[in-house]
């Protein structure tokens, strides 16, 4: 007897060991089942091993085992397979499926094994048990909303074997319907009698769950939207701290990513503070990308910069597991961790240039959008993205290029092929715009100073005509925008300016906004191009608004040196000379316009036929990224200076800086004596 007890003993571990290690049907095909989703097709043995153990909890495993007469069995079990099987999208999107489990069977004890007659069930009460599962199983895969689940579960006792069944499937009927309907469903939920039987059921369980179950409770439970500080979530939470070294990879990514959507509290940062510990150690031993991508996500930019690094040496070292979808999504996570890792965005980039057709528009923008937050520029990148959008801008809506131009705009990249196909379609179409649309695309056109070539004034007036339209119901502060940017591009829109010099506007802009000190230089700039530009404007006085400190009060020492060895003398030039409108020029430079030779300043009289030149040295801030073109409010400085008189010479400074020094004189000297570029200041 005790032989054979000992013998069915091992067969029992070796049965649960075998389906921890080796089973093919995954703990993710388990949940697909519940919800009615296709598996894959080695389900079979699973489920048959399945059926040697019926559910109980891990805790319960560790009793002993007890034997009924007549050769019959009932133990419950379950087990998991998740170090071999592969994460799945729906978890980098957040949309993870919760575990279930399958439909059970008692199994037979080998001959020779008898028990208590009290305890023998009969054959009619089994089958019953055994349908019972897959009646619920059935009907949960009919369900179209929580309080269908939370009905359903009220009419099978059973029910509370499966709760974290049913909390992954209230979840996936939610999780893609829209905002009034999540709200209206969630209400239904949380006033259903079920559900607190279901959260008092989970709570009960919490310690014994199987871990990937407690995982995923955790997160169904606070996407579904309940409340932090209630006593479920905050359960969840401290038994996911007591049980943090039972969890797998994919456990941890999933606790990880829940954490990220949480509030502060103290069992959170506790949770963080453990995750982040147990990711460390287990850095070495993931050698799956994909895996290392969920990590990245959950523990967030609060990581410590060590464990940053340290994931950083790790992907370095598996990136030629790189895939184009990885890399996309590579972008997207070091922003989240805001850690700006340049090896790996160069690989990246490299990669998503290389599979850049057929990329999805919203994959696209959020690389851009990466890249600003990020503060990483690649020209190659930039073109590659410009290009193809370009090629595929027919494809989309207004709304669409517009979050493009916004997105360019970011990173201070001109995509002039866009900007051109945009600005040809606006000018067809004007009433494509939507009020919110026509001041983005007037930032974006006069932030990166551009404009179509051939049609510039029809484009310029296209949006004037949007904005006349929207006038009525225009904010003051998105009327100041629209005006200041089309004074940044030259152009005047006559009835926005008269609504936006009524006083009552004004004086609202200049005291009772929030952004006074940013609406003042705005004004103060549109001031300045009404005056200099020549518009004949009768300017209310809350317009005439206080002087500006100098725009530029930087000292530029290599191209100092380098005049001084050009001209000789330190007296043939003055360096930050103060202009109107708090305008100044770095170096200034008087040249006898009829000789051609470099003057003093104190030779100057009023019969001299003098012409000014103004240098301006211009940091890559000031102009548009992988290229020389000047941007918005510099190109608006060069107008300027040009309408009061002066030759400007724009020295790019970092390139300057770059220069030999023999090069970087021949460039001054060809630019202050040429006579082409005399001709073309003219």
């Given at each position: 007897?005790?032989?054979?007890?000992?013998?069915?003993?091992?067969?029992?571990?070796?049965?649960?060991?075998?389906?921890?290690?080796?089973?093919?049907?995954?703990?993710?095909?388990?949940?697909?089942?519940?919800?009615?989703?296709?598996?894959?097709?080695?389900?079979?043995?699973?489920?048959?091993l399945?059926?040697?153990?019926?559910?109980?909890?891990?805790?319960?495993?560790?009793?002993?085992?007890?034997?009924?007469?007549?050769?019959?069995?009932?133990?419950?079990?379950?087990?998991?397979?998740?170090d071999?099987?592969?994460?799945?999208?729906?978890?980098?999107?957040?949309?993870?499926?919760?575990?279930?489990?399958?439909?059970?069977?008692?199994?037979?004890?080998?001959?020779?094994f008898?028990?208590?007659?009290?305890?023998?069930?009969?054959?009619?009460?089994?089958?019953?048990?055994?349908?019972?599962?897959?009646?619920?199983?059935?009907?949960?895969?009919?369900?179209?909303?929580?309080?269908?689940?939370?009905?359903?579960?009220?009419?099978?006792?059973?029910?509370?074997?499966?709760?974290?069944?049913?909390?992954?499937?209230?979840?996936?009927?939610?999780?893609?319907?829209?905002e009034?309907?999540?709200?209206?469903?969630?209400?239904?939920?949380?006033?259903?009698?079920?559900?607190?039987?279901?959260?008092q059921?989970?709570?009960?369980?919490?310690?014994?769950?199987?871990?990937?179950?407690?995982?995923?409770?955790?997160?169904?439970?606070?996407?579904?939207?309940?409340?932090?500080?209630?006593?479920?979530?905050?359960?969840?939470?401290?038994?996911?701290?007591?049980?943090?070294?039972?969890?797998?990879?994919r456990?941890?990514?999933?606790?990880?990513?829940?954490?990220?959507?949480?509030?502060?509290?103290?069992?959170?940062?506790?949770?963080?503070?453990?995750?982040?510990?147990?990711?460390?150690?287990?850095?070495?031993?993931?050698?799956?990308?994909?895996?290392?991508?969920?990590?990245?996500?959950?523990?967030?930019?609060?990581?410590?910069?060590?464990?940053?690094?340290?994931?950083?040496n790790?992907?370095?070292?598996?990136?030629?597991?790189?895939?184009?979808?990885?890399?996309?999504?590579?972008?997207?996570?070091?922003?989240?961790?805001?850690?700006?890792?340049?090896?790996?965005?160069?690989a990246c980039?490299?990669?998503?240039?290389?599979?850049?057709?057929?990329?999805?528009?919203?994959?696209?923008?959020?690389?851009?959008?990466?890249?600003?937050?990020?503060?990483?520029?690649?020209?190659?990148?930039?073109?590659?993205?410009?290009d193809?959008?370009?090629?595929?801008?027919?494809?989309?809506?207004?709304k669409?290029?517009?979050?493009?131009?916004?997105?360019?705009?970011?990173?201070?990249?001109?995509?002039?092929?866009?900007?051109?196909?945009?600005?040809?379609?606006?000018?067809?179409?004007?009433?494509?715009?939507?009020?919110?649309?026509?001041?983005?695309?007037?930032?974006?056109?006069?932030?990166?100073?551009?404009?179509?070539?051939?049609?510039?004034?029809?484009?310029?007036?296209?949006?004037?005509?949007v904005?006349?339209?929207?006038?009525?119901?225009?904010?003051?502060?998105?009327?100041?925008?629209?005006?200041y940017?089309?004074?940044?591009?030259?152009?005047?829109?006559?009835?926005?300016?008269?609504?936006?010099?009524?006083?009552?506007?004004?004086?609202s802009?200049?005291?009772?906004?929030?952004?006074?000190?940013?609406?003042a230089v705005?004004?103060?700039?549109?001031?300045?191009?009404?005056?200099?530009?020549?518009?004949?404007?009768?300017?209310?006085?809350?317009?005439?608004?206080?002087?500006?400190?100098?725009?530029?009060?930087?000292?530029?020492?290599?191209?100092?040196?380098?005049?001084?060895?050009?001209?000789?003398?330190?007296?043939?030039?003055?360096?930050?000379?103060?202009?109107?409108?708090?305008?100044?020029?770095?170096?200034?430079?008087?040249?006898?316009?009829?000789?051609?030779?470099?003057?003093?300043?104190?030779?100057?009289?009023?019969?001299?036929?003098?012409?000014?030149?103004?240098?301006?040295?211009?940091?890559?801030?000031?102009?548009?990224?992988?290229?020389?073109?000047?941007?918005?409010?510099?190109?608006?400085?060069?107008?300027?200076?040009?309408?009061?008189?002066?030759?400007?010479?724009?020295?790019?400074?970092?390139?300057?800086?770059?220069?030999?020094?023999?090069?970087?004189?021949?460039?001054?000297?060809?630019?202050?004596?040429?006579?082409?570029?005399?001709?073309?200041s003219?």
């Amino acid at each position: 007897m005790n032989k054979n007890l000992d013998c069915f003993i091992r067969t029992v571990r070796q049965l649960q060991a075998c389906h921890y290690a080796q089973s093919p049907f995954s703990r993710t095909t388990k949940r697909a089942f519940a919800l009615g989703v296709d598996g894959p097709k080695s389900a079979a043995p699973s489920i048959y091993l399945r059926r040697h153990l019926s559910y109980a909890s891990p805790c319960w495993l560790q009793s002993s085992v007890r034997f009924f007469s007549q050769g019959t069995l009932n133990i419950n079990a379950d087990g998991t397979n998740v170090d071999e099987q592969k994460t799945a999208d729906a978890l980098l999107d957040d949309h993870v499926q919760d575990p279930d489990l399958v439909t059970v069977a008692p199994t037979q004890l080998p001959s020779g094994f008898s028990g208590s007659p009290k305890e023998v069930r009969s054959t009619a009460e089994e089958k019953d048990e055994e349908r019972m599962p897959q009646q619920f199983f059935n009907g949960l895969q009919k369900c179209t909303s929580p309080s269908d689940v939370l009905d359903l579960a009220s009419k099978f006792p059973a029910a509370r074997k499966y709760s974290s069944t049913c909390l992954a499937t209230m979840w996936m009927l939610t999780k893609k319907l829209s905002e009034d309907q999540k709200h209206y469903e969630r209400r239904l939920m949380f006033e259903h009698p079920q559900f607190s039987q279901l959260c008092q059921c989970v709570m009960q369980e919490a310690k014994h769950m199987w871990r990937d179950d407690l995982a995923y409770s955790l997160l169904a439970v606070v996407k579904l939207g309940v409340p932090q500080n209630t006593r479920l979530v905050q359960t969840l939470l401290r038994v996911c701290q007591e049980r943090l070294n039972e969890f797998d990879d994919r456990c941890l990514s999933v606790v990880a990513s829940t954490l990220q959507g949480m509030e502060k509290s103290k069992n959170v940062e506790a949770l963080q503070v453990g995750l982040q510990l147990l990711v460390e150690q287990r850095i070495p031993k993931i050698s799956n990308i994909l895996m290392l991508q969920n990590m990245m996500k959950g523990l967030g930019k609060d990581a410590p910069l060590t464990l940053k690094a340290k994931l950083e040496n790790k992907i370095l070292y598996h990136i030629d597991q790189l895939t184009v979808p990885n890399a996309q999504h590579m972008f997207t996570l070091l922003a989240e961790m805001n850690y700006r890792s340049v090896p790996i965005l160069n690989a990246c980039s490299n990669k998503i240039i290389e599979g850049i057709p057929g990329t999805p528009f919203r994959r696209l923008l959020n690389i851009l959008r990466s890249c600003k937050d990020l503060l990483y520029r690649n020209s190659k990148l930039c073109s590659a993205i410009a290009d193809y959008a370009a090629s595929v801008f027919y494809m989309w809506d207004t709304k669409q290029a517009v979050l493009f131009l916004s997105a360019f705009e970011n990173v201070g990249f001109r995509p002039v092929d866009l900007m051109d196909a945009f600005a040809e379609k606006v000018t067809s179409d004007p009433e494509c715009l939507s009020m919110r649309d026509l001041v983005t695309v007037l930032r974006a056109y006069s932030y990166l100073n551009h404009t179509p070539k051939s049609q510039k004034q029809e484009f310029l007036e296209a949006l004037n005509s949007v904005l006349d339209k929207y006038l009525p119901k225009i904010s003051n502060v998105d009327l100041l925008k629209a005006v200041y940017s089309f004074c940044i591009l030259g152009y005047f829109p006559q009835s926005a300016l008269k609504q936006l010099l009524l006083d009552e506007i004004l004086h609202s802009l200049v005291a009772e906004d929030q952004n006074i000190e940013q609406n003042a230089v705005m004004l103060h700039t549109i001031n300045a191009c009404l005056e200099l530009d020549g518009n004949c404007f009768t300017k209310p006085a809350a317009l005439l608004v206080k002087e500006r400190p100098s725009s530029s009060a930087f000292s530029f020492p290599d191209v100092k040196d380098v005049l001084l060895t050009l001209l000789g003398d330190e007296s043939l030039f003055r360096a930050n000379v103060p202009v109107v409108h708090s305008f100044s020029v770095d170096f200034e430079i008087l040249m006898d316009a009829e000789k051609g030779i470099v003057i003093p300043n104190a030779e100057v009289t009023d019969k001299s036929d003098i012409q000014r030149i103004a240098v301006l040295c211009a940091p890559a801030s000031a102009l548009c990224f992988a290229s020389k073109h000047p941007r918005g409010r510099l190109a608006m400085r060069m107008r300027h200076l040009r309408l009061l008189g002066y030759r400007v010479i724009l020295v790019h400074y970092q390139e300057f800086q770059k220069l030999k020094k023999d090069e970087a004189f021949e460039f001054l000297k060809g630019e202050i004596f040429s006579t082409e570029a005399h001709l073309d200041s003219d």
